[in-house]
Each structure stands twice: as C-alpha cells, then as structure tokens.
C-alpha cells in the first residue's frame, strides 16, 4: 500500500513521460520483460509514464498527456474505482490500474472491437488482469442499438457518421483524409445508460469518471445521472467542440447540464480545438 501511494505521488508531481523501447511485434510471438506479445503485425512502446514502467499500443502520447492523468490520479485513491468511457487504447486506465492496485478497479467501456482486441493484449501485458475489466458497449442516454462508424483510423469511430466524417476532415494530411473519407466501415452496437448497466451488472460506483467519446458527452452524462447524483465523482472530459453539435447539443449546454448539478467546472487545457475539462462537486 505504502508502495502505492509513493506511486501516485510521483506521478501528479511529474511531467515526465519517457519512451524506453519500441518493440516490433512481427511473425512468433517474442518475449519481453516476462511478458508474451501477441502474434500480429504492430508496434508495443515502453514508457515510463512518472515512476510506472507500462506497455502502450501508442505512436505518440498528447502534449497534455500528463495533465490530463494528474487530474484523474490526484482525485482517486488507492483502492479506488475508475470509469474509462471511451477507453480507446488504455493510455489513462493502464497507469490508473497500477495505481488503484488489487482493491481497486478500472472500468473501461469502449464500443470499438477492433481497438479492444488491442487494449485486451494490453491488459495482460501490463498483468493487470484482475483490476482492469473491460465492457465492449457504448454508453448513450438511451437503451438500444446503434450503429458505430469507423474511419480508416479505427481510434476515430463515433456513433454518428456526421463526426465521424468531420474527424476524418480534420486528422492528417489531404491524402489520408480522402482515404478515411472513402472507407468507412460500420457495426452494429449496443447502447446503454451507464445509471442502469452499472446497477444491472453489479459494478462499483465511481470515484473518477473520464469520458472521451468524439462528440457523444452530452449523451453519456445525461445517461449517468442518477449515479453522478449519488457517487458525486470528479468527471474528467473531453470536449470535442464542433463534433458535439453533430449530435445536437453545444459546449454551454454541456456545461449548464454539470453545473445544475451542482459541479463547479475547470479547464485543464486545449487540444487543437477541443478542449479538456474537469468537473469536481461543490454541494
């Protein structure tokens, strides 16, 4: 225990986050640091993110990288419960796991199967197995089915075709751009309020929520309401400025929705235009 709070506190206190190694993933399967990577083509990087040595499927970490998860980590504690809406790759549940420890859990949830199938490798390279549980659903304020559309760039997948499309305008050069534009590919998802899916499946309430889910906020707080009331967790978002308007909300409703309930709103920073913010209680 005593190891994980000296673990938490070196990393809200740093900035660092270093690339130890690449390593190819081609062919057999080979072995690195005790751990077995998986057979398929791909890249695995080693990085020191503060003091924690872990396994990311991960070109590049953002420039606010280390912002971002100092929000995150500086309100959970040890043996705490996280909520990853929007998980992507597990670049912020993948430390959080090795900081909550084995009393705590990490919640991911991500519609994507393709990017699962990556983040599921992830998991047990970073051996975090029996922390990390991860639901392939989407979250929305509506119980249902939808459809999820996927840019060349799986990581762009969205449940409207509107901010799908509008990502891919925006990311990379022209060329890529194009290509994305002209092979997006669907599947069919599952959709549920996180207030009746955490109740139904027995999960924890949450300390911190983090959601990331390429215009889709609005939605997905809305959907979680009842278990924001009642938990009152430090939600960490970001905001994808023109995307959420593809799905009929705005920036200042997104904001007006946290502070009728009762959460006082800070910006964390910019990442091209959108934006990173965290909501914490004040009643």
Not at 39 to 47: A, D, F, L, S, W
Not at 130 to 138: G, K, Y
Not at 206 to 226: F, P, R
Request: with cysteine; charged share 25%.
């Amino acid at each position: 225990m005593e190891v994980l709070r000296g673990l938490l506190g070196k990393i809200i206190s740093s900035d660092r986050v270093r690339l130890l190694a690449s390593v190819p993933i081609i062919g057999r399967p080979i072995r690195v640091m005790g751990n077995i990577l998986v057979n398929r083509i791909g890249v695995i990087r080693v990085y020191n993110v503060g003091e924690i040595r872990i396994f990311l499927d991960c070109t590049s970490l953002p420039d606010d990288y280390m912002t971002v998860l100092g929000a995150v980590i500086e309100k959970i504690p040890i043996g705490g419960i996280f909520y990853d809406i929007g998980c992507h790759n597990g670049r912020y549940s993948l430390p959080v796991a090795k900081v909550v420890g084995e009393e705590g859990k990490v919640v991911g949830f991500e519609p994507n199967p393709a990017r699962n199938r990556r983040t599921r490798r992830l998991i047990r390279m970073n051996q975090v197995g029996d922390i990390f549980e991860l639901h392939e659903i989407a979250l929305d304020m509506r119980l249902g089915y939808g459809t999820l559309y996927m840019p060349n760039e799986d990581y762009l997948a969205s449940l409207s075709p509107e901010a799908a499309l509008a990502k891919s305008r925006t990311s990379g050069n022209e060329e890529g751009r194009n290509e994305r534009k002209n092979s997006i590919t669907t599947t069919r998802v599952r959709t549920y309020r996180l207030d009746e899916y955490v109740m139904e499946n027995n999960i924890r309430l949450s300390d911190v929520i983090k959601i990331d889910v390429q215009g889709a906020e609005y939605n997905v707080l809305v959907g979680a309401e009842a278990i924001i009331q009642q938990a009152r967790p430090t939600i960490v978002i970001q905001v994808h400025v023109d995307l959420i308007r593809e799905f009929g909300y705005s920036q200042e409703q997104l904001f007006a929705l946290l502070h009728s309930w009762g959460y006082k709103v800070d910006t964390l920073g910019y990442r091209d235009r959108d934006l990173h913010i965290r909501a914490l209680p004040v009643r």
